[in-house]
């Protein structure tokens, strides 16, 4: 068995593409119509040849998503993540739901939210 992907319903998915690629520096792989009711974009990092992110946009859908209790974050590992939480503050428009720091474990990490209020935590281990 292998993880392909996690697939989010989003509200624009240009402003959601916006967010993954310019913002984050993840890539688009492709951009996909399912019949005349919804269009699937796939959101790659670069250099992986699997795109481990499919936003959805239901062509119809006029409100906001709940994300539900369940729902927690994805998570991305990085190299230095001072450096990414400044360049984020630079691009505008991220909301940050907690800045670098470290947790007990000596691993450092904060959150952010995309457009739609997903959570994501940029991971830096020691």
């Known amino acids: ?5 996690t ?3 989003v509200l624009d998915l240009d402003r959601s593409i916006d967010f993954y690629t310019n913002k984050l520096g993840l ?4 951009k996909v119509p399912i019949g005349e ?3 699937n ?3 790659g990092v670069p250099g992986d040849p699997e795109p481990r992110l499919e936003l959805t946009l239901n062509h119809d859908r006029k409100a906001p ?7 927690s974050h994805v998570a991305f590992a990085v190299e230095d993540l001072d450096a990414l939480a ?3 503050e630079r691009a505008g428009g991220v909301e940050f739901e907690s800045r670098p720091h470290a947790i007990s474990t000596g691993t450092r990490l904060f959150f952010v939210r995309d457009p739609d209020g997903y ?4 991971v830096e281990r020691r």
């Open 119 to 122: 959570r994501i935590e940029f």
């Open 41 to 43: 974009a796939f959101i």
């Open 7 to 9: 697939c989010y319903r």
């Open 65 to 71: 998503y709940e994300l539900g209790e369940g729902y």
């Open 27 to 30: 890539e688009l792989v492709r």
């Open 1 to 5: 068995m292998k993880y392909l992907h």
């Open 37 to 39: 009711e919804a269009t």
């Open 86 to 88: 400044e360049r984020l």
